[in-house]
């Protein structure tokens, strides 16, 4: 039974009993073991306040100060905590904020001095940890019987936040949590899977990835596959979440994002296009109103497009005596500043602040002229009457109006090739180009994301499979040039040839998907350093040096050069000049990528995974697991195709793509 002070009994027969302390009378111990943590007891605060002090203080007596050879009758017995420091630090914060009094009766364990340390040791040594899983199922257990997630994270000193995450991991398969319990499974794998709410999907997600590839970052990637990222989608970002949800689109938060809302994905790209598509079109109003003979709509405009369109001449058109005076005044103002930066260039005295204050400001004055001037070109009548605009988004969600658009028309070249002798003309033209611009209405079998994906792998290939074979290179090379200098026309050349590049992938294939993943690249890495370590170190030396090469060797590096200008990443299933290089090439896919669940099944229809059973296994491997669900079926297709030569059709050769799987070959 706890006991109060009483300052005539004998400390050493007290030993081990419980006591109630006044907390005045209590102070922390130099002999506490705990050096480091336990600043921070803004939760522990919280639980005091709601519960009151649940497990005792450890204290010891202080020795009484000797005065003059004697004891002082006047000193009161006090006590120095040894386990306990941070109730200890709680209980004085909660003092100073006048919620309890110095009078406090705090219940104690006395112990001898010569007991403080190992007291103090075993108290923070011998206790062990709540499992995690054990504080999730704890408040899961409060908020069943009533509490509000707000009163739980009051009572516990905690956010909100935490309480829900805790919340949403309680909810998680059993089967899942009992493996955490035995260390099976680690937290961030489970916060992965708690991104979608349905206990059966959560284990079926985590059984269809072999135990190599059951990190947290593969989870996620399987389980929102299809999912538009509020955060980062440009359509996303422009429609918004809160009108994509008041017209009704489906959602899933992610709570274990960075952020006090977490992340965002939205689950109908359907009504998200079409909520963009409306929004769009209130602008595209406003522009038609400028007078332009056509004004189309475009949610997503790939660049691959927008080049394809000529472009309207603008007129200069005269200025008034205050433009005048403005464009002086700004055009003196740069050349006064290029001079000063011209000197201060010459001048070693000049510090380095000061010049880039003078680049900087220079550079200002210079893009004020060129905006001003830009302002005074305009479109005039001819040009309103042939010439239309594009609204579209662009890559941030922001609103991009592409004015003095011509629609593209094709090449003399091309009309000479396509089985007439007669030009059916402008007006026919320009209606059949933009039906050809206009989306397809039926529905993709691959994803923007997969094609991606898929197209990357494909130009891998085919630029090594180009290595060895330097004639398809040149004509490759060739068909590009002629095009570009030789026909009339507006429009990109139709090759996969990029003529000046800046990177040898522009920096597009490792944004899909790591290049260490494709045998391609290793072959491409491995004849780059070859050839790099015979490059001559001075650039100035390079064109003697391969007017030295033979023939041969010429060819070996021309196809190098050529191959690392191939690009076929696209987010369409539309066809690609790249497929004529293919045919020369005899690529075939299927020594270069295999289908897997990870990397194509699973991010495909259940139907469409069928179809390929059907293909390349036989329709009894279709009809065997038509029942099962899609983790399992993607497991089973990558067992069944494995190695068979089966290829989705954006990757095989000699076909258009557009239309269902088919085998390669």
């Known amino acids: 039974m706890a006991k109060t002070q009483a300052g005539s009994n004998s400390l050493e027969a007290r030993s081990g009993e419980l006591m109630s302390i006044p907390l005045s009378l209590l102070q922390a111990s130099p002999r506490n073991v705990r050096k480091t943590d336990g600043q921070d007891v803004s939760a522990l605060k919280a639980t005091i306040r709601a519960q009151g002090v649940l497990q005792n203080l450890i204290v010891c007596p202080v020795e009484p100060q000797v005065r003059k050879g004697r004891a002082s009758e006047a000193d009161v017995q006090r006590y120095e905590v040894v386990g306990g420091l941070r109730r200890l630090r709680a209980l004085r914060e909660l003092q100073a904020d006048g919620e309890i009094g110095a009078d406090e009766p705090i219940l104690c364990r006395v112990k001898p001095s010569r007991e403080a340390a190992e007291a103090s040791l075993v108290e923070n040594v011998a206790r062990l940890a709540m499992h995690p899983a054990d504080e999730f199922e704890a408040f899961k257990v409060l908020v069943d019987a009533g509490r509000s997630v707000q009163e739980v994270a ?368 290793e072959v491409l890495d491995a004849v780059r350093q070859r050839w790099g370590e015979r490059l001559p170190g001075d650039a100035g030396r390079l064109f003697g040096w391969l007017m030295a090469l033979g023939d041969d060797e010429r060819a070996e590096l021309l196809a190098l050069c050529v191959a690392l200008t191939l690009n076929d990443v696209r987010d369409s299933e539309r066809g690609s000049p790249l497929d004529r290089v293919a045919e020369a090439l005899s690529l075939d896919m299927a020594q270069w990528w295999q289908p897997t669940a990870l990397g194509y099944f699973s991010r495909v229809t259940k139907e469409t995974i069928l179809a390929a059973l059907a293909e390349g296994a036989g329709p009894e491997a279709a009809a065997r697991v038509k029942g099962v669900s899609k983790q399992e079926l993607a497991r089973v297709a990558e067992r069944e195709l494995k190695d068979c030569g089966w290829l989705p059709q954006p990757l095989r050769v000699g076909e258009r793509n557009g239309g269902g799987p088919v085998v390669n070959g």
């Open 154 to 521: 009051q009572r516990f000193g905690t956010t909100p936040l935490k309480v829900r995450r805790c919340l949403k991991l309680a909810d998680l398969h059993p089967q899942l949590i009992a493996l955490y319990r035995q260390d099976g499974i680690e937290l961030a794998q489970l916060t992965a899977l708690a991104l979608v709410a349905d206990p059966d999907e959560q284990l079926q997600c985590w059984n269809a990835l072999p135990d190599w590839q059951r990190d947290a970052h593969s989870l996620r990637r399987l389980l929102l596959q299809q999912d538009i990222d509020a955060g980062s989608d440009p359509v996303a970002k422009y429609v918004g979440v809160d009108a994509y949800e008041a017209a009704g689109g489906a959602v899933r938060r992610d709570l274990f994002s960075e952020g006090e809302e977490g992340g965002v994905y939205l689950l109908d790209a359907a009504l998200l296009h079409r909520l963009a598509e409306e929004k769009l079109q209130a602008v595209a109003e406003e522009v038609r109103s400028e007078g332009w003979s056509w004004v189309d709509v475009a949610v997503r405009l790939p660049w691959s497009q927008l080049v394809a369109f000529g472009h309207c001449p603008k007129a200069q058109r005269s200025m008034n005596r205050r433009e005048q005076r403005q464009l002086d005044a700004l055009r003196r103002r740069a050349t006064t500043l290029t001079a000063q930066l011209t000197q201060a260039h010459g001048d070693s005295e000049d510090d380095d602040e000061q010049v880039s204050k003078l680049e900087a400001e220079a550079e200002v004055a210079r893009e004020a002229v060129e905006a001003f001037e830009a302002g005074l070109a305009v479109f005039d009548s001819e040009a309103l009457s042939r010439g239309g605009a594009l609204v579209a988004l662009g890559s941030h969600g922001e609103v991009e109006v592409h004015r003095g658009l011509l629609r593209p028309s094709p090449s003399k070249g091309a009309r000479r090739t396509s089985g007439s002798g007669e030009d059916s003309g402008e007006n026919n033209t320009q209606e059949e180009d933009a039906e050809s611009a206009k989306p397809a209405t039926s529905k993709a079998v691959h994803s923007a994301a997969l094609m991606l994906n898929l197209t990357a792998h494909r130009t891998l290939a085919a630029r090594a499979a180009m290595l060895d074979q330097p004639q398809v290179a040149l004509v490759a090379l060739l068909h590009g040039l002629v095009q570009r200098l030789l026909y009339d026309g507006y429009g990109p050349a139709d090759t996969p040839v990029r003529l000046i590049p800046h990177q040898a992938d522009a920096g597009l294939i490792s944004q899909v998907f790591d290049p260490a993943e494709s045998r391609a690249s």
